[in-house]
RNA sequence: GCGCCGGUAGCUCAGCUGGUUAGAGCACACGCCUGAUAAGCGUGAGGUCGGCGGUUCGAGUCCGCCCCGGCGCACCA
């Protein structure tokens, strides 16, 4: 470039319009994300969205309390965050969509916290009322914390009112669920076996265990027959079981009627003997056993066992064989050893068969001692222990004489054979320690319980129920309903401190319990006016006031009663916020059912799960329309994120060193229906499309520093067929972004999102529009419409993003310009619909398909050139595309050649083109045929014309305008007016 | 043990009801631009679509078996 022309490119530069933003390029999200949540806060932004969508249609997320205690990390505040996104989404798209955030309060792990801060057990001299009132203190602190935690991420909400289980009017509501339950009969009292946390002290639900490794010792027991077993006389029964330690229960010796057994001879260890044994498992367990000279004296059926009587293996007395269909012969013996006081089928069995249910371990899941050993074990009158077992066992831990009764087994020759076993054994899912089975009186839910004027039990019409819900992802519906059709009556009683009390008295003398819906309803009033505290504080409400004779029953009437003091299941609690939250929140009462339920897929079991039960059991009906899991957020390993294992972090942490905006979109980005890994370095991985989806849009608005839309926008007909085609591209956008929403997968909205930012925008229209841009006439159509459509995709991207990235989607909203209606903040704006300008043109999508074809042929070719350094930028190129009649015809769909050829250049990015026809181009050297468009040549050559040096094409007329000798006719002429 | 989900380029994932040489983004290599510039554009390399067998004119896509990973269930006595 000669001096004179660089001076002139210096002079016209001012007359091209370069992008111009104030808009940063740099996120700086931890600056901008906490002034714009302040701004938010000062301008009460949730306040103006609530009063905005007043009297519009309602949809409603209700949220599952998190518990209060430990941080909001980053699985929590996941659920935070997707909830957050639909919210956002409901909001933009008109509907009336409140957030009300709750906290579960109640239960053990507070409880043991606090109890923990006071050194192990209450003190003396501290009263209930003033331990709960530690655990209520403890519960808000974390309430507060978790609230600040999650407001970091940018989430809005009635957070300043979030819903409590401790709140009296929540725990009315609860005691409100229960009394309509013991009013239609759903509610029994009873002795049955339960899982119970020794380490806990308290029965567990369902929903309260993890299944576990864990090997325990597997045995072979060898029960004598006191009497001949199908005529031969000195038959064993042999056992097996992996829990040694419930020996001293055992009560009886279940077979199978139909299956046959096998009277064996054995000998072992030099010793002879005889015993019954399943003839299916025979062979494996003279294998296992090492069994030498067997020989098989009868087969028999299990019914021929019937009356057959045994001596109990610690004990001595007779116990006898009975049948059970629960009898199987895929491991084992086939012959079951039965303790009704430790197994639900074993009670099933006892209760049938007249069988004690015997249960001598202690809730601390010890062994009793002394007379209460003697006492639970139910031993005959003149027992005498002759073998010592009993001060073998007494007062000992389950676990820790497993092994001695083992070894005490085999010196009375009873053991036929042991080894280590090595299994998944439930565990208490606080205290991490394996459970027991224990006989104790509890409150039940009866799930197939009948209630009056139906035909279906509970369990069929929650199974019905299920079906009328939508599940995300589908398989749900599916899990949830095997959990259903299997699980037992709820347990719904602890024999805890922290949490709701049960509300049932008992007369004290004759021990019945005193329960009716009156009493119940009386209790409701004082705890709404005074909190659940009444029923611990002895001192101001001693039962007389608690519950005065005149709402007795009659028979209680006078009666010395007492308080019973279990108290709920924190599931039953949270199970009821359909009815304390949905049903009672002024907010929110009109909108039952909730539209969403929105947790982690271990509420299956849990939260979905207890809701459905209580739901449907006094409402009639699925407290949610539609119900979305996400799976766990687990490490780069994929291990389960846990405290002990130090890979998980708290989610306000991860805020400050990476953005919300940056976590949000990398949840949004990923598919959270699979385990989720999340660590620093794979979200600074979204970053990258972070970056992608700012840059775009910022260069789109950078060009619409001059434009006002209502002043500039232009009509859809003044519009180019290319123009046009971004808008029918954009509009496929909007439609599949929101189609995606609607199946909640948030991964493949993100996709189509940046795709169509790298592809159709920063790739195609945006480099092929710079120069028409930059170079027409500032208030030109040329330059116009180009604007018109950033305009745009710009408002309809930030408004795409929103939900995702709140805080960057504010701050575009801010640099927008926007038309006069817009409201100030992207959250209060309407999500984008198609119209008659964002609308399909499936002829346009074909057109510019194959014409972006020819670019990326055309491409190919100069990219050799370049790196043969015969050309630089395209504009110093000249292409010729050579088509035979095939081709030409396909084009001819599109345009005349003339028009083509007019509009290539631009497309291309080259300066000259030219469509050629007529040569037979194979047989032409300086044509290369192309790769991937059947029937076409590519020919391209540096041009030898001068460069404009403000628009840099080398159109080959510049200095056509003599005023000006270095512009091309088309700058001239922009530069003259 | 039973059931569910997944196994596609180095990474994250698309591939609808089976149909031209399997796609995108990122990362990588090479080049261009220097008027999106701590940006942008182009080109390229990279895949036996977990394995084996089957159905079919044709399979990543359907069927069967197996392997690996994850999750769930439980009458594991």
Redesign the pocket.
Known sequence: MTEDAKAA?ER??ST?Q??QTDFP??AGLNEREPALQKQWAESDLYGRIRADRKGARPWVLHDGPPYANGDAHTGTGMNKILKDMVVKLRTMQGFDSPYVPGWDCHGLPIEHNVLKELGGKKPEEMTSVKLRELCLDYANGYVNKQRGQFKTTGTLGRWEKPYLTTNPVYEANVLRVFRDLYHKGYITRAKRPVHWSWAAQSALA?AELE?EDRT?P?IYVLMKATGPVAGVENVSLLI????PW?MPANRAV?VAKDAEYALLEYTQAGKTARMVVAEELREDIVARAKLENVKVLKHLKGAELAGVKYSQPLWGFECPVVFAD???????T?L????PGH????FETGKREGIPAVCPVSPTGQYYSGDRLREELELPAGFKDEHGWFGFIEGKLIWKVNDGIVSKLREHGLLLHSEP?P????HCWRTHTPVIFRVTEQWFVNIDHVEQGESRTLRQRILDEIKQVQWFPA?GE??IS??VE??PDWCISRQRFWGIPIPAFYDVESGETCIDTETVDHVIGLVTQHGSNVWYDDANWPVEKLLPDAVRPDKFKGRKLAKMDDIFDVWFESGASHRAVMLADDELKDKFPANLYLEG??Q??GWFQVSLILSVATQGKSPFKQCLTS??VVDEK?E?GSKSKGNIWAIDQGVRDLGADLIRLYFA???T???I?VTYD?IR?AG??Y??LR??W??LV?NLFDFTPEQHALAYSELRPLDQWVLSRAAALIEEVTACWERYEF??AM?AL??FC??E????Y??VS??AL??EAKEGPARRRIQTVYWHVATLLVKLMAPVTVHTAEEMWQYLPKLESEPDSVHLAAWPKLDDTLRAMPELDKRYKLLFRLK?ES??V??RL??E?VI??GYDANVTLGCNAALMTELAQHGTPEQLQAELPELL?VSKLLLDAQSDHGALQEFEPA??VQGLWVKVVASAEQAC????RRTGDVGSVKEHAFLCARCAEVVEA
Request: hydrophobic fraction near 25%.
């Open positions: 490119k016209y530069k091209v370069l992008p390029m740099k369902e299944y325990d597997s097996w079981t992996t829990t419930t279940a629960y009898v199987t012969l895929g491991d084992g086939g079951v050893h039965t303790a197994g639900k089928e074993d076993f299994h998944s054994y439930p398989w599916k899990r095997a959990m299997n699980r897929d271990d299956h079991r799976a766990f994929g389960k980005s990923v598919n229906s699979e385990p890994p794979l991985g990258d499309n970056r992608k840059n775009t910022r260069t950078a991964h493949h996709r940046v795709q790298t592809v925008l920063s790739a195609q945006i480099d710079k120069d930059y170079c990326a491409d190919r100069l990219d370049r790196k350094k630089g930028k990015n790769t991937d040096v403000r628009c840099f």
